[in-house]
């Protein structure tokens, strides 16, 4: 008889585990399709992960904004576009930081009469759940049709007018009435990186412009914090400001650094730190003289709020330190003061060694580079014999005698030490 033989051959590389299994598949579909059918939420949790870890960073926001809430998906988003990703300065939330971002970016680079409105609006019910901080550092004006063409280019009042209308920037009202968890508010109104193309014009803020801010943050219902520097702002566009301010019932730091406000605009503040419930206020490099420095102070005396309160390069003089260390014989609210470079001299001096005798709530005063003189450093070190709770004053450059200057920091380095055993001793009261 004949044998048959029979060879059986294998594919020895083949094995069932290549073969996808169905939900794998089905994933890969719903990845592939999801910007047509985001059906992420029908999905067990372990499902939707692998969808999420397998999406691309492009998608467009009204797919993922509210349907992506996993912040893996958010950290590559932020990652891919900007170099530097601090999530804690964002309560720890990568989606947070993705939409304060993208949106800040939007409205830096935002130009009236040429960018269309829709971009930023389209956004915000994309935005509004997440943003809780904006920080714009630069307002881009209009452009011009061309500057060039006017037959006349000589500096006229006319001139000047037809500039102002050109000038107005982005609208906020449209936005910030629109953002319900906004507390935090950094604006400065220029531009940034001009190069050769200075010009004062690019760093106009307008009555126009300051009016739909007074309106928007009056409107903006939970801000707490606001910060308006570096955008030359006046005595007239700070009292609408503060007049708008006045009743908002959130507001706790108000930042006005490095502006050109004088004693109309800080008599304005005065009022406000009375009739607020204002926590920090910072007035650093503006143009306030003593008149100015004496209103504040009677908003000072007035306020039981106020706990930081920074004046520093100034032209308070005499007649204003001497002002502001009055109200704090009576001021029991006030813990941080900033004087320093105000061309004050041992007269202030005198009115803060009784200020240190009796006020028990100052923890932290600054008169660095003005002219105490010797006689001032002694009358502060007098004033700080029975003082147990100021642990910082700072006399640098400020006319005092060395060994003056060695006893009084002798002393509020025991009040320091002595603060920080309380507080370890009683871990629940604030540390200094």
């Known amino acids: 008889s004949f044998y048959t033989r029979r060879c059986i051959t294998e594919d020895l590389s083949w094995s069932l585990v290549t073969v996808p299994p169905l939900t794998e598949l089905c994933l890969q579909h719903i990845v592939h399709n999801f910007e047509k059918n985001p059906i992420l939420n029908y999905l067990l949790p372990e499902h939707q992960k692998k969808v999420v870890d397998r999406l691309s960073t492009s998608l467009p926001l009204t797919v993922t904004a509210n349907i992506v809430s996993h912040e893996e998906y958010w950290k590559r988003c932020c990652m891919e576009r900007w170099q530097v990703c601090d999530v804690s300065n964002y309560g720890g939330s990568w989606k947070r930081m993705f939409f304060e971002r993208h949106l800040e970016n939007i409205l830096k680079f935002f130009i009236p009469n040429t960018t269309d409105p829709k971009e930023v609006l389209d956004l915000v019910p994309l935005c509004k759940g997440y943003v809780r901080k904006l920080e714009i550092d630069q307002f881009l004006p209009p452009l011009w049709v061309d500057q060039k063409e006017s037959s006349d280019l000589s500096d006229t009042e006319d001139e000047a007018e037809l500039g102002e209308v050109y000038m107005h920037h982005y609208d906020l009202r449209d936005l910030l009435t629109d953002l319900p968890h906004l507390q935090e508010l950094h604006l400065t109104y220029g531009v940034k990186s001009c190069g050769m193309n200075f010009e004062w014009s690019l760093f106009n803020f307008t009555d126009l412009d300051c009016s739909n801010l007074a309106t928007a943050v009056k409107m903006c219902r939970n801000l707490k914090v606001f910060k308006l520097t570096r955008s030359k702002v006046d005595d007239d566009k700070i009292k609408l400001l503060a007049r708008n301010l006045q009743h908002h019932p959130c507001l706790l730091e108000l930042d006005l650094s490095h502006n050109l406000i004088k004693d109309h605009g800080a008599q304005a503040l005065g009022k406000l730190i009375s009739h607020s419930k204002l926590e920090a206020l910072n007035l650093c ?37 001497e002002a502001i260390g009055r109200a704090l014989l009576t001021n029991s609210s006030l813990k941080s003061l900033h004087l320093g470079s105000n061309n004050l001299s041992e007269r202030t001096a005198a009115v803060f060694s009784q200020v240190l005798a009796q006020n028990t709530t100052l923890t932290s005063i600054n008169f660095s580079c003005n002219h105490l003189g010797l006689d001032g450093g002694k009358q502060l070190l007098k004033g700080l014999a029975n003082n147990k709770t100021l642990t910082e004053l700072d006399l640098r450059h400020a006319e005092v005698e060395q060994e003056t200057d060695f006893l009084i920091h002798e002393t509020v380095w025991a009040n320091r030490e002595a603060a920080r055993l309380r507080s370890l001793q009683h871990p629940t009261t604030e540390t200094l």
């Open 285 to 321: 490099n503006n143009q306030i003289c003593h008149l100015g420095a004496q209103a504040l102070a009677q908003g000072l005396a007035e306020s039981s709020t106020l706990t930081s309160l920074n004046l520093r390069l100034n032209f308070l003089e005499d007649k204003g330190g």
